[in-house]
């Protein structure tokens, strides 16, 4: 398997982490040199290990967020 190259063009949060220091993080990924895009998936401590995670769109990430907006959570 081909190696997969990836920059991470910006950090945007962490949404949890677990007890062996893995985070989930939000982050907007550069992948193989192409444009980048908003990503969502666990990151060993180090920052050089993934997990499985979603790549989305900005349009994406926008209908995502008027979807969590408009969730009811009570």
Known sequence: MADIKFEIVKKIGVLSKSGKGWAKEF???SW???DPKFDIREWSPDGQ???KG????KEE??????LLNN???S
């Open 49 to 51: 290990t993934m997990g």
């Open 61 to 66: 990430v926008i209908a995502l967020r008027d």
């Open 32 to 34: 193989n040199d192409r």
């Open 27 to 29: 982050n907007l990924i």
């Open 54 to 57: 979603v790549t989305l769109s």
């Open 71 to 73: 969730m009811d959570l």
